[in-house]
């Protein structure tokens, strides 16, 4: 059974960091590309950043690039998102998901797999 499940969420004041973790298990990072993901109601979903192992290809959307760093840890099977410098429109519910090819999943927004989802609050 393949799950992803990420935890960390929080409320942080604007200017402050936060650091996610995506556990991901029954698929393996040198297959799957592996991104996070927010929605806020009302709005567009936005890919976060987005890695590919195989292909060592990394993703940042204009809006965090600079701030949050994506990375991997193969021996825990976790995906992690570092948040800097967070502003209070990175208000978000946060989730990983998980896709055979980066561009479908960086692109497209379609996912084989992904997690709940995690909040994050940051007050101003």
């Known amino acids: 059974e393949v799950q992803l499940v990420e935890s960390g969420g929080g409320l942080v004041q604007a200017g402050g960091t936060l650091t996610l973790s995506c556990g991901v298990s029954g698929i393996s990072f040198a297959d799957y590309s592996i991104g996070w993901f927010r929605q806020v109601p009302g709005k567009e979903r936005e890919g976060v950043a987005a890695?590919?192992?195989?292909?060592?290809?990394?993703y940042y959307s204009d809006s965090v690039k600079g701030r949050f760093t994506i990375s991997s840890d193969n021996a825990e099977n976790m995906v992690y998102l570092q948040m800097n410098s967070l502003k209070p429109e990175d208000t978000a519910v946060y989730f990983c998901a998980a896709h055979l090819s980066l561009l479908t999943l960086w692109v497209r927004y379609e996912f084989a797999y992904r997690g709940q989802g995690t909040q994050v609050t940051v007050s101003s």
């Open positions: 890695f590919s192992q195989g292909d060592d290809v990394t």
